[in-house]
């Protein structure tokens, strides 16, 4: 059983569109963080959101935390072929000092 | 500063033999983590160091996989024997335990024919 569930697991749009990625729950967590990973490295950290409602900007990358702190999304405006990647949001439990990670959204921006 | 670094980058063995996989952690990094992601499934937890100490190995898939890390600095992860099943990549990280932001390795690709 996989403790977070991201959607879309492929995404392919045109250069200058929008997009949103979910990640979902039934668990509550402490914090969740966002990756991005590219073909042939490790995954590199986006963001980390602690706050129930918490809403952190990254450029043209928009992440928030559900109030209710078991879900996520990713919202990026205006994508561009540099945005082409895997996006990865990962968990962190109460009173556990590791992270879950969802399947991962594998978007491709197309010029 | 040198970032985290995995060795092999790749690895083909065949079922039954043994392989070891090595991580450096970022220096000062207090705290390292194995992670594997098997294909087609997410990237799980495997195990936690606190310098040289297991902190959490709950992710271990069984007594087949051997972690250590000697004198709380570089890592190893050891397959014996190993199954078709281990295939994957595994991702190693480290952080600093004030920032708690782990910082990846690129991967270890196992194959397991």
């Known amino acids: 059983t996989q403790l977070l569930e991201q959607s879309p697991q492929f995404l392919s749009i045109q250069e200058g569109e929008n997009l949103t990625v979910y990640c979902n729950s039934s668990?509550?967590?402490?914090?969740l963080q966002w990756y991005r990973q590219e073909p042939g490295e490790g995954p590199v950290l986006l963001v980390t959101?602690?706050?129930?409602?918490e809403v952190k900007k990254l450029k043209r990358l928009t992440f928030q935390f559900g109030d209710a702190r078991k879900d996520s999304s990713l919202h990026i405006t205006a994508a561009q072929p540099g945005d082409t990647g895997l996006y990865l949001c990962?968990?962190?439990?109460?009173?556990?000092?590791?992270?879950?990670f969802g399947s991962g959204t594998k978007l491709n921006v197309k010029p | 500063e040198a970032g985290v670094t995995q060795f092999p980058s790749h690895s083909v063995i065949e079922k039954g033999q043994t392989v070891t996989l090595r991580c450096d952690p970022i220096?000062?990094?207090?705290?390292l983590y194995w992670y594997r992601r098997v294909m087609g499934k997410e990237i799980k937890f495997l195990l936690h160091?606190?310098?040289?100490?297991?902190?959490?190995e709950s992710g271990m898939p069984n007594n087949r996989f051997l972690a250590e890390r000697t004198g709380g600095t570089y890592s190893t992860l050891k397959v014996q024997p190993a199954e078709l099943e281990d295939s994957g990549v595994y991702f190693c990280?480290?952080?600093?335990?004030?920032?708690?932001?782990?910082?990846f390795g690129p991967g270890t690709r196992l194959t397991v024919l």
């Open positions: 990280a480290s952080s600093q335990t004030r920032t708690g932001e782990q910082f």
């Open positions: 668990s509550v967590f402490s914090s």
């Open positions: 990962a968990g962190r439990p109460y009173n556990f000092n590791k992270f879950y």
């Open positions: 959101v602690v706050t129930g409602g």
């Open positions: 220096s000062g990094h207090d705290n």
């Open positions: 160091f606190v310098k040289e100490s297991k902190q959490d």
